[in-house]
Nanobody
Framework: QVQPVESGGGLVQPGGSLRLSCAPS????????WGWYRQVPGKQRELVAS???????NYADSVKGRFTISRDNAKSTMYLQMNNLKPEDTAVYYC????????????WGQGTQVTVSS
């Protein structure tokens, strides 16, 4: 297995945008969907967006209407377009795949830091 790597984080002002990337993100056997997660110190990692093999997407209520998850199968890359960012979006963002059981497929990587601050 090739560990997916996240990139694209940074410092942005409230209301700004960032696009995160995760590669490689192949739909190998056993994978039900891919997701973007985030974690802040002292809190559990949360799933903010997911995309299933058929293209169905789901979002946490806190990011609906602002974040868009997508995949480019030709590039084996998943993206998270984040618009109208808020300070509460500040976190380390991770990508991972999960099985139908909900279990994650890969070990957690280092993630990419997103900081929203003026």
């Amino acid at each position: 297995q090739v560990q997916p790597v996240e990139s694209g984080g940074g410092l942005v002002q409230p209301g700004g945008s960032l696009r995160l990337s995760c590669a490689p993100s192949r739909n190998i056997f056993g994978i039900n969907a891919w997701g973007w997660y985030r974690q802040v110190p002292g809190k559990q990692r949360e799933l903010v967006a997911s995309i299933f093999s058929g293209g169905l997407t789901n979002y946490a209520d806190s990011v609906k209407g602002r974040f868009t998850i997508s995949r480019d199968n030709a590039k084996s890359t998943m993206y998270l377009q984040m618009n109208n960012l808020k300070p509460e979006d500040t976190a380390v963002y991770y990508c991972n795949a999960f099985r139908s059981s909900g279990d994650n497929v890969y070990n957690w990587g280092q993630g990419t830091q997103v900081t929203v601050s003026s």
